[in-house]
């Protein structure tokens, strides 16, 4: 009877607090950081980067030209790779006016990667950096970290797709 007293006195106690609790979770849930991306950073970007650091220089390019197109459907940010056709979605951690970065996480069997990029966008171009940690493991601990941090420079091509950019450009010869 007591155990009963008890739960219905925590239940009162609790009751009045649960809907602004909710309210604000509902709120921060409302708030979304991929609205709070800048519209200039979508479209299809030529990259440059170039190895600033890393604990294992075997294994990394040291210069790099790739090719990024950034698209927004909803409140979900793709970053696409034209060429390869490699294609995930990321998670936006900060904006602050032109600077956003974002982070994407692959994991297969025994390892992890986690991308994290950090842009800032100056009209027609972006600069940064891009972190990249691979975590390898063997029966399920973490036996090596291998990490490269690359300086990223970047011209905008098209704000549209740029499979879109390379099909116009053939209808028009």
Known sequence: MKNLLLIF?????????????????????????????PKGFF??????SVMTYSNNKKIFNEVTTDFW????????ITLANPVSGAEASVTVKDVKGNRITFTHVTEGNN?????TPTLTLSGENFHGTDKIVIEKYKNGDKVRTDIVIYDIKAEKLSGMDILDLLYSKANSY
Do not use: C, H, R
Request: avoid cysteine.
């Open 43 to 48: 479209g299809t970007w030529k990259i440059k």
């Open 9 to 37: 006195l925590i239940f009162i106690l609790i009751t009045p607090y649960a809907p602004a609790a909710a309210e604000s979770m509902l709120l921060k849930a409302g708030v979304s950081l991929s609205d709070q991306v």
């Open 69 to 76: 197109n950034l698209s927004k459907q909803g409140d979900v």
């Open 111 to 115: 390892a992890k990667m986690i991308e």
